[in-house]
């Protein structure tokens, strides 16, 4: 587990080096946020919840899904689209996820994050659910983020 969550944190250091001149993007629970994620109780055995289905993704940029429960991947693919995929039968036509921004692996404090109802059309394969997320920019309009860490739960 040590190896795991040092090469995590030296990874998580490569993903946040800034450009020449640059601020280090960091997430706002700081530099060993995800290392110390990864370490805490709750990521280790089980994810316990009553749930069908749940994912707890960190931003794009300090890694990737923390812990899951019937969730076989979650693909990122474009800026701020998130395909999760699955590991039981769902009827699309019939969830009503609930998804929430998380703090402490985002980076930023304006993070929005959406589900789209991918039974009607999705950027992701047919059966998998779209998540879509967002940040203000410093106030200026919301843009496609890869910044923005999430949790979604289907019940």
Do not use: H
Request: hydrophobic share 50%.
């Amino acid at each position: 587990m040590r190896t795991l969550a040092l090469t995590l944190t030296l990874m998580t250091a490569a993903a946040m080096a800034p450009a020449a001149g640059a601020k280090p993007l960091l997430p706002n629970g700081g530099p060993n946020a995800l290392a110390e994620a990864l370490a805490s109780p709750l990521a280790a055995g089980p994810f316990t919840t009553r749930a069908r289905l749940a994912v707890f993704q960190s931003a794009f940029a300090f890694g990737g899904t923390v812990r899951s429960k019937n969730v076989t991947a979650v693909n990122r693919i474009a800026t701020g689209v998130y395909c999760v995929v699955p590991a039981i039968d769902v009827d699309l036509a019939g969830i009503y996820p609930q998804l929430t921004p998380e703090w402490t692996l985002s980076s930023g404090s304006s993070g929005l994050a959406y589900w789209r109802n991918t039974a009607t059309s999705s950027a992701c394969p047919a059966g998998n659910i779209e998540v879509r997320t967002f940040d203000f920019n410093g106030g200026g309009p919301a843009a496609a983020s890869d910044k923005v860490a999430w949790v979604l739960v289907v019940n």
